[in-house]
C-alpha cells in the first residue's frame, strides 16, 4: 500500500512562505504524476500543482508565479514551495499521487497538512 505523508504546514502571516514537503513509501518514479491538491472550509478539493515524470508542471492559475513544484527523487519526495501566501490559500493541503498501468488507474492520498494565513 502506497503511503504518502506530508509536512510543512503552519501558520504564516500574509506576504509568507512556506514549503510542504511529501514523501512517498515508495520511488516516485513510480507514479505517473505526483502533486499537491487543497480544500477550503465549504469548497471543492482543487489541483493545486502538479508533476509528472515526463517532466510537465501544471499550476493553478491563482497560485502562478508564487507557487513552486520541485521532485527530489533520491529522498522520494516532492516539495511545494509557496511564496506571497494570502488568506485565500488557507486550506488543508494534500498530497496526490496517481499512477495509470495497463491494470488501471489509482489515485493515492496522503492525510492533509494544514495552511493557515493570517495576520
Known amino acids: 500500500q502506497v503511503q504518502l505523508v506530508e509536512s510543512g504546514g503552519g501558520l504564516v502571516q500574509p506576504g509568507g512562505s512556506l514549503r510542504l514537503s511529501c514523501t512517498a513509501s515508495e520511488s516516485i518514479f513510480s507514479f505517473t504524476s505526483i502533486g499537491w491538491y487543497r480544500q477550503a472550509p465549504g469548497k471543492q478539493r482543487e489541483m493545486v500543482a502538479t508533476t509528472s515524470t515526463s517532466g510537465n508542471t501544471n499550476y493553478a492559475d491563482s497560485v502562478k508565479g508564487r507557487f513552486t513544484i520541485a521532485r527530489d527523487h533520491a529522498e522520494n519526495t516532492v516539495y511545494l514551495q509557496m511564496n506571497s501566501l494570502q488568506p485565500e490559500d488557507a486550506a488543508v493541503y494534500h498530497c496526490?499521487?496517481?499512477?495509470?498501468?495497463?491494470?488501471?488507474?489509482?489515485?493515492?492520498w496522503g492525510q492533509g497538512t494544514q495552511v493557515t494565513v493570517s495576520s
Open positions: 496526490n499521487a496517481y499512477r495509470k498501468t495497463w491494470r488501471g488507474e489509482r489515485d493515492y
